[in-house]
């Protein structure tokens, strides 16, 4: 399995931007597909985007398109998430995750995660 650490957040006012990084170990990165997943209070924990193992396919909850975009630096054994255009109901626990399965939106997919990093989203 590959280690996670998640950094990058924090709090900003609606309509800012922050980017998250999820730091990989292990030399196996590449071969992992990678997602990013969020849990709000109270609420269960749901897709947010996804990545390919090269990079090339993307794919998004409908709720962040055209907002968040998922990218991956296999060199750097990272992968990251811009966030623009964020809101309030964007607050939760971030978590980055590594899978074999490319573009998967279920949680039980994804079998290494990390640690999550707060993102609060003020109004």
């Known amino acids: 399995q590959v280690q996670l650490v998640e950094s990058g957040g924090g709090l900003v006012q609606a309509g800012g931007s922050l980017r998250l990084s999820c730091a990989a170990s292990?030399?196996?990165?590449?071969?992992?597909?990678m997602g990013w997943f969020r849990q709000a209070p109270g609420k269960e924990r749901e897709f947010v985007a996804a990545?390919?193992?090269?990079?090339?396919?993307?794919y998004y909850a409908d709720s962040v398109k055209g907002r968040f975009t998922i990218s991956r630096d296999n060199a750097k054994n990272t992968v990251y998430l811009q966030m623009n255009s964020l809101k309030p109901e964007d607050t939760a626990v971030y978590y980055c995750a590594a899978g074999r399965w490319v573009g998967s939106r279920s949680a039980a997919d994804y079998g290494s995660w990390g640690q999550g990093t707060q993102v609060t989203v003020s109004s």
């Open positions: 292990g030399r196996t990165f590449s071969s992992y597909a």
């Open positions: 990545i390919s193992w090269s990079g090339g396919n993307t």
